[in-house]
């Protein structure tokens, strides 16, 4: 007689320790996160202020919960010294959750939401496929499966296209919105005193971290240097001062300088972005 065991036969016992692994809370965090997302937009289109805010904090509820267990999942009980200090500071997860922190106990910023929910969309997908369909569904890969089964199978496979064919797509212009938009604003808001000059502080140590963490992100960098080479310094407008150009030279090599200020390094686990 086999001594193998029996795989769960009732839904209630596949589905327990799915539900228990902190892997579903932190699932559970990004669905809250991609559907108060959602519900933040249409009442930013159609709804009211009040209610509008409440769901932009709703979505950095969930950011704190599926990034706070990432961390949690990859360092567990923080250390106090140097040496841990220099492993998390270099981690772009930890820097997410220091972030969602940060806007959570900001004034709302739109802009900001954008990365986080097209992660999200990923992660809330992903899951589905490749863990809560096979769980609900054990037969979803069997030539003899049920009806239910074939449908969640051509489920999972639409969920497949969706990341294979829009995900490298989301992440460049997610990248453009990181450096571009949030700290645009970032900017902005410090110049004219609607920010505080912290976040924006912050958020360029921020890109720092991701800089050198993201292909996308540095991609992006590479483009605004090209772009503002060519019409900021000579033989570009011959109408531009030559101060400008000094100026401008000035600035993109100082941002050069500050980005290459720490070495890059292998994380500790892949990225939850």
Not at 68 to 80: E, H, L, N, R, S
Not at 127 to 151: E, K, W, Y
Not at 202 to 221: D, G
Not at 227 to 252: C, E, Q, S
């Amino acid at each position: 007689m086999s001594s193998r065991p029996q795989a769960p036969s009732s839904l209630i016992e596949r589905v327990k320790p799915m539900v228990t692994n902190p892997r579903f809370a932190w699932w559970i965090g990004h669905c809250v996160v991609t559907v108060s997302s959602l519900f933040y937009l249409f009442n930013k289109l159609f709804g009211s202020t009040l209610a509008t805010q409440r769901w932009y904090y709703r979505v950095y509820i969930g950011v704190l919960i599926s990034y706070g267990i990432t961390v949690w999942k990859t360092y567990g009980v923080p250390q106090f010294n140097t040496a841990f200090l220099q492993r998390i500071m270099l981690d772009d997860n930890v820097h997410y959750l220091l972030m969602g922190l940060l806007w959570y106990s900001s004034p709302t910023l739109f802009v900001t939401i954008i990365p986080f929910a097209v992660y999200s969309l990923f992660h809330v997908i992903d899951f589905a496929r490749a863990t809560l369909l096979p769980t609900v569904f054990p037969d979803i890969n069997s030539t003899t499966r049920s009806a239910a089964a074939t449908q969640a199978a051509n489920l999972a496979k639409i969920m497949k296209h969706i990341k294979d064919t829009y995900y490298d797509i989301a992440m460049k212009n997610v990248a453009r919105v990181e450096v571009i938009g949030i700290m645009g604003l970032q900017l902005l808001g410090a110049i004219t005193f609607q920010l505080s000059p912290l976040g924006a502080l912050f958020y360029a140590n921020f890109l720092r971290v991701r800089y050198h963490l993201s292909p996308h992100i540095r991609q992006t960098f590479t483009d605004i240097r090209v772009f503002l080479d060519k019409y900021l310094l000579p033989p570009a407008n011959p109408k531009i001062p030559a101060a400008v150009g000094k100026a401008y030279t000035f600035a993109r090599d100082g941002v050069i300088s500050y980005g290459q200020s720490i070495a890059p390094q292998p994380k500790p686990q892949a990225s939850s972005q």
